[in-house]
Structures are given as C-alpha cells and as structure tokens.
C-alpha cells in the first residue's frame, strides 16, 4: 500500500498513486532523476488535507480524501473509496468497469452529476526525460510518463454506493445498482434508476427507489418511502411510517409503528408489523390487480406468530386484529383482495357479526374464498387464508369449512353451514339454521328457532345444555313443531345428546328414559301434557305413529318436575331407526 499525504498549507497539489514518493510533494521535482514508483495495481491511501486538490489513484483498491477545499478525485480501476466534504469535490469514474466503488460524504451528494475532465498539467514534459521545475502552487503529478498525457471523461455515473455522514442531508444514485446509506438526520434518498438498496437509518426520512426492483428500509424514524417503478420490497422499520409500492408488484411491510401502507398500482403484498396499520391495496385503472396483506411469520419475521380476527363492520369496514382482542394492534384494509393468517397458529377468525343489516357473506375455507354481499359499495375481498374459525352476520350467511378443526358460528339469521372434516363445532345462532358436520365427531349446537341438524360421520354430539334451543309450541292440545330441531341421523351407539344436568347416570336422576306411542300429531299434545310426572333432568322418546311413517320425537326436562314447553326440550329424529333410547345416549359437559 502506498500512503500519500498532503500538507496542511492551501497548496494546490496533484497526488498519484502511480508513485510513493519519498520527499513532500511540494516544492521542486527532478523528472530526470526516475523517482521509485509503486506498481499502478496497489491499494492507495492519498490525503490531500488542505487547498483544491486533484487525487488520481489508478490501479488498486484506492481511498481517496481530498480534505478541505474543492477536490477531484479520480480512483481508476480497483474498488475505490472516496470522502467528500464540500460541495465543490468532484469525484469520477472512466468507464463502469472501474470497480465496486463508494462515496463517504458529509455534504449533499448526487451520483448522477454530469461529466467533467482532469485540468491540464501545465509545464509538464512527457517524454520522462527532461527536467520539469513545478513550484509549490503548480501541480505535481503525472510523473515519469512515457506517453502523451490522455484526459478521459469521468462521471460519478460510474460509482455505485453512496454513505452519507455528518449533517448531510440529500442522497441520490444514479442507474447503476446502487447501496445508499443516510445518517442521523431526515434525510432526502432516492435511487433513480438500478436495483438500488437504501436505508434510512435514524431521523424522519424521505426515500424514493426511483426505476428498477428496490430494497428500501427506513429503520428509525417517522418515514415516508416510495418504491416507485419495479418489483420493490420496502420496510418503513420502526415508527410511524408511510409505506408506498408505486408501480408493479411490490413487498410492503409496515414493521413496528402506526404505518399506513398503500400498494399503489401492481400486484402487491402489504405486511402491517405491530401496531394499528392502514393497508391499502390500491387499485388499477383496469381493476385487474391483486393485493394481498400477509400476516404470516415466515414472510414477516420481524413480528411474533400471532392469531389474527378478520373483522367487517358496518358497510363495511375491514379491520385485523392482531393478537388476543387487537393486543398487537388493529389494521384497516383497503382495497384487499387477499388476507393470509398465520398457519403456525390456531384460532384464526373472520368475524362479520358487526356488519349492517343486509350484508351477508358466503365463505369456504377449504376454497379458501370469501363474497361478500349487500355492501352499498363493492368490496374486493375474495380471498383468505389459513383461517379456522368463522363467525356470520345477521343475514343468511353460508360457511364451509376445511381440513382444519373449525368452529363455524352462524349469528343471526337463516344460516347454511357445513363442517367438512376434522372434529368441528357448529353453531346455528338466532334462526331456521342447517347445519352439517359431516366427517369428523363434531359438536353441533342449533341454536334458536327451528334448526335441521346432521352429525354425518363420526362421533357427533348434539348440545341442548340450553334447552330452549328447541322448543314445542303447545296450546291446549294444539301442537306447533314451527320451532322444533330436526336431527336427520341420529345413530345410537355414535351420536349422543349433550345435556347440562343432574351429574349421575348420564344426566338424569332416574335408570331410564321413558318411552311413549301415539297414533297421530293430533294426539301428541295430550301425550305431551300427559308428561306432568317427569322426573327433574328426565328425558322421554315418543313415537308417533307406525310402519315407515313413524315420527320419533325426544323430549328432555330441566331440573324442575314436569315437562314445560317453554322451559324444556322437544326435538325430532328424522329417519331414525335405532329402537329405544337409553341413558347411555345421553351425556354431560366434561370439565
């Protein structure tokens, strides 16, 4: 390595890193006496200190500092490094193939500047042979040349990263692939054209990636980034930021903060971190884009895995909540054509309970596909992933489930809801539900009014722990089944009825349930008031009719003597041929 320095004078001086030299270089210089030069291959280190110096490091790995004054510098081939302090140092390349090379400057810095020349080296003999008296304020450099001296045209064009230090403020790159670094203060940083890499660090920034696919971080701070043109990913880092994608399809992550996210136009994935985030997918002129807000950890792993609650409010607003009741913040989704959950986690849920009346919503979890109907505008929300748990509006919702163990929960309203696999739990809520479970052993619960139920295969358990979920409408002797559940495939020995009651023999105080027959419906009242003796937490099995006509009916009495129709339960068992029903189909709540 050859070190070069200057003096602390207000000399002029022309330093090369073609030569050590020995003596200071100022003052006299013999061209004929063919000083000891260093190979134009080695790593220079050339200071010029103070005064408006031209520092060429040719070959090698270079570190340039002009020092005070208004400097230029030029590094030739190598990785080169330069320090800038004035807004007067012009700093340039030849040609891209000059290395990988960086400005360090504590003053505004552009990248992107026009063209400039070395100054002519007045009085200098290029044949290496004659004698050349340079004084203290000419330049001294360029020695023992054998050729005519060439200027090229150098451009920081040419030179690819970019550190700012000090109190600078500005930064900007050009069209190569560009590293820009700010500091401290609120910096102003853009990439222009290349695949560029900008970071903010601390203060409140500014940063815009300009063309081509850009990595942009804000880090500390209160920062507005802009990805502008190309596939960018962009993290606004800690504080409250502004995250925008510009064009194309970009990565947006809010990180830690209150951040408002914006897709822009282009196919984009919007992460909110922690913190209460508004993600905006954005929309194209053609409405054809797909935006997505992702909240799993393997793509966002500045955040904890965390469940989330897809929530639609009113008409309608879509909010996340990230975290046990929002702990870790709420968002607000625009423009979302996509929501994913964290698969790692359970409990994930849409929950559409608090949308305005005449909104329903129609969702397959294994289709991974939720419409969204009845909003006064349209809502683009098509699809959700890794989600488990679903709760309906106050419509008519229809719910599908998947592989997973989902709990499905109505609300409100006429509901359609099946269980698909897996042990689910389904609940038909307030109105004339349907509910199926099919595989699985899975927990069904009617809810209100008249409910159609089907265990399908497995195990399934029928809760009337509340029994006025299904209730017999009785005046005199005038039967109304209007608010009766019908279970469609009761088989003993597989499904049993779940009862909230006395904690021995499967819930009831007497060894059995008692089983009754009548001819007709019409007789069903008597035999209904007939049952004025049933015991407390007793259930009875009555029969109407004969043959392939026969109605089964199951009545189940709470802990007061006697069946009321308004306090007890009365259900159906529709195509039900398993014979009479014994305690031992009965069971409790375990603990």
Same mark, same amino acid.
């Given at each position: ?140 450099? &360029? ?127 919007? &992460? ?22 992702? &909240? ?296």
């Amino acid at each position: 390595m050859a070190l070069i320095n200057g003096t602390n004078g207000n000399d002029n001086n022309t330093f090369a890193g073609l030569f050590d030299f020995r003596p200071a270089l100022i003052g006299s210089i013999d061209l004929s006496l063919s000083p000891p030069f260093v190979d134009s291959d080695i790593d220079d280190v050339i200071n010029g200190k103070a005064g408006n110096d031209i520092l060429v490091g040719l070959g090698g790995d270079d570190i340039l500092d002009g020092g005070t004054g208004a400097d230029i510098m030029f590094g030739g081939s190598g990785d080169d490094t330069y320090y800038v302090d004035n807004t007067g140092d012009k700093v340039g390349e030849a040609s891209a193939g000059g290395g990988m090379d960086s400005v360090i400057s504590s003053v505004d810095y552009s990248l992107n500047t026009g063209p400039f020349y070395l100054p002519a080296i007045n009085g200098l003999v290029n044949n290496g042979a004659a004698l050349a008296t340079l004084g203290a304020t000419k330049y001294a450099a &360029y020695l023992f040349l054998s050729e005519p001296l060439t200027r090229p045209e150098l451009t920081p064009t040419f030179i690819e990263n970019l550190t700012l230090t000090g109190t600078a403020i500005i930064g900007e790159g050009n069209d190569l692939d560009n590293i820009i670094d700010g500091n401290g203060e609120n910096n102003v940083l853009s990439g222009l054209g290349g695949n560029d890499t900008i970071r903010g660090l601390g203060g409140n920034d500014t940063i815009s990636g300009g063309e081509g696919n850009d990595l942009l971080n804000g880090n500390m701070g209160e920062d507005s980034l802009n990805g502008n043109v190309g596939d960018d990913t962009v993290r606004g880092g800690q504080g409250n930021d502004i995250v925008r994608g510009g064009q194309d399809n970009d990565s947006l992550y809010g990180d830690l903060g209150n951040d408002s996210v914006f897709g822009d136009l282009g196919n984009d994935t919007l &992460y909110g971190g922690d913190g209460n985030d508004v993600l905006d997918g954005g929309t194209d002129p053609g409405g054809a884009d797909t935006d997505t807000a992702d &909240y799993g950890t393997v793509q966002d792993p500045v955040v904890l895995p965390r469940s989330i609650t897809l929530k639609g409010a009113g008409d309608l607003t879509l909010t996340v909540e990230k975290g046990p009741l929002g702990s870790l913040g709420i968002d607000t989704l625009l423009n979302i054509e996509e929501v994913i959950a964290d698969g790692s986690v359970d409990n994930n849920t849409i929950d559409f309970s608090g949308a305005d009346l005449g909104i329903t919503i129609n969702v397959d979890l294994g289709m991974q596909s939720i419409l969204i109907s009845g909003a006064s505008s349209p809502q683009s929300l098509v699809k959700v992933v890794n989600f488990d748990n679903v709760i309906g509006t106050i419509g008519n919702d229809i719910i599908i489930g998947d592989d997973q163990e989902n709990i499905l929960d109505g609300g409100k309203g006429d509901d359609s809801i099946v269980g698909f696999q897996k042990n689910d739990t389904l609940m038909g809520g307030h109105g004339n539900d349907t509910l199926n479970g099919r595989a699985g052993n899975d927990l069904i619960i009617g809810g209100a009014d008249k409910d159609i139920l089907t265990g399908g295969m497995g195990n399934d358990l029928f809760d009337y722990t509340n029994l006025k979920d299904s209730q017999l409408g009785l005046s005199w002797f005038n039967v109304n089944l209007s608010k009766v559940d019908v279970i469609t495939d009761f088989t003993r020995g597989e499904d049993k009825f779940l009862v909230q009651s006395a904690p021995t023999n499967n819930g009831f105080f007497s060894p059995a349930v008692r089983h009754l027959s009548v001819n007709s419906i019409l007789g069903l009242g008597a035999t209904v008031l007939g049952l004025a003796t049933l015991g407390q937490y007793d259930a009875a099995q009555i029969t109407v009719g004969s043959g392939s006509g026969a109605r089964t009916f199951v009545a189940i009495n709470n802990g007061s003597f006697g069946f009321n129709p308004n306090t007890d339960a009365f259900i159906e068992l529709q195509n039900y041929t398993g014979g009479k029903l014994t305690i031992n189909d009965f069971t409790t709540p375990t603990a």
